[in-house]
Nanobody, 121 residues
Framework: QVELVESGGGSVQPGGSLRLSCTTS????????MGWYRQAPGKQRELVAT???????TYADSVKGRFIISRDNDDNTEILQMNTLKTEDTAVYSC???????????????WGQGTQVTVSS
């Protein structure tokens, strides 16, 4: 069993910054991709950012140049640094991780519980 615990959501004014953290624990041999999704009320879920085990990053066009994703493979933690936040960034942000319980195990996709980010003046 794998558990992802998020922290760092909250409220901020436009132009501000927030830092989200997500720690993965449980039966883990390795973690492949990690990343963040978000979902705003009445909108489809959007992939915000991903990072592979080797450190390759991808971002949604809407957050490029403002958000930075990083990970610590020793602590199984991923970070989403969100800068120059806009009102349209308001959403519930959920982290995910693709984990393996052994060298030949299939990949298991696990999710965090979600954390609210609200950007308003």
């Amino acid at each position: 069993q794998v558990e992802l615990v998020e922290s760092g959501g909250g409220s901020v004014q436009p132009g501000g910054s927030l830092r989200l953290s997500c720690t993965t624990s449980g039966r883990i041999f390795s973690i492949d991709a990690m990343g963040w999704y978000r979902q705003a009320p009445g909108k489809q879920r959007e992939l915000v950012a991903t990072i592979t085990k080797s450190g390759r990053r991808t971002y949604a066009d809407s957050v490029k140049g403002r958000f930075i994703i990083s990970r610590d493979n020793d602590d199984n933690t991923e970070i989403l640094q969100m800068n120059t936040l806009k009102t349209e960034d308001t959403a519930v942000y959920s982290c995910y991780a693709d984990t393996r319980s052994g060298p030949l195990a299939v990949v298991l996709l696990s999710w965090g519980q979600g954390t609210q980010v609200t950007v308003s003046s």
